[in-house]
Structure formats: structure tokens, C-alpha cells
């Protein structure tokens, strides 16, 4: 999967550094998911605690 942001104003996507690298507090970003390919969304734009939510859930059943 793959973890992409955008400043809200923004409309260029880009890869996810880490919370730590981030210029400002992750309020002021968009997040989506993708697949490995880049393929499909898996989660559409949305909040940081959203889509981290989604990826554990992906990632839980996964193992199983």
C-alpha cells in the first residue's frame, strides 16, 4: 500500500515521508491510499486518522 498526502491547497499527490518530516501538522493535509501499484484507491481523500485507520484494518486481516 501506498500512503500519499497533498497540502489541502494543493493538487500535486505525493509520497508520504513520515509524520516527523512533515512542514506542518498533519490538520493540514489531505491523505489517500493506494494500492502497491498505484492502481486503485483504496481510501478516497480524507484526514490522517481516517486513512491510518483503514491501513491497520488492511494490514490486520492480511496477516490472518
Known sequence: MVLQYK??????????????????SVSKYDFRLLNEAKTKVLVEKTN?????KRFRQIEFFKRK
Not at 489541502?8 to 508520504?16: L, N, P
Request: aromatic share 18%; hydrophobic share 25%; no cysteine.
Open 7 to 24: 497540502l489541502k491547497s494543493e493538487k500535486r499527490w505525493k509520497k508520504y515521508p513520515g509524520k516527523d518530516k512533515l512542514e506542518f
Open 48 to 52: 490522517y486518522e481516517n486513512v491510518m
